[in-house]
């Protein structure tokens, strides 16, 4: 089963920057793309950004230019750097990641979630 620990998140000011941070650890054969999604109160959950391991990377619209996703290279961790922040950035920020278990079945999971907020 595959874990994820996230970190980071808090409070900033309106413009400012925060980070967060997303390992996986148990058992897995692959993790084929890791992300970060966010779920607004009141909202449905939506894509933040997205790497696969091959490094190709997704931006929501609403981020581009502002937030930086990367990962390491053994890919059990990603990183979101979030830069410029707007109040309508706040909310719980959800780690995600997809891949397959050492049966080969495929596996999509989520993290605890770690809220973000941004005061105008």
């Known amino acids: 089963q595959v874990h994820l620990a996230e970190s980071g998140g808090g409070l900033v000011q309106a413009g400012g920057s925060l980070s967060v941070s997303c390992t996986a650890s148990?058992?897995?054969?692959?993790?084929?793309?890791m992300g970060w999604y966010r779920q607004a109160l009141g909202k449905e959950r939506e894509l933040v950004a997205r790497?696969?391991?091959?490094?190709?990377?997704e931006y929501a619209d609403s981020v581009k230019g502002r937030f930086t996703i990367s990962r390491d290279s053994a890919m059990n961790t990603v990183y979101l750097q979030m830069n410029s922040l707007k109040p309508e950035d706040t909310a719980v920020y959800y780690c995600?990641?997809?891949?397959?278990?050492?049966?080969?079945?495929?596996?999509?999971?989520w993290g605890q979630g770690t809220q973000v907020t941004v005061s105008s």
């Open positions: 995600n990641a997809v891949g397959y278990n050492p049966d080969f079945k495929s596996f999509f999971t």
């Open positions: 148990g058992s897995f054969y692959t993790i084929n793309g």
């Open positions: 790497v696969t391991s091959g490094g190709s990377t």
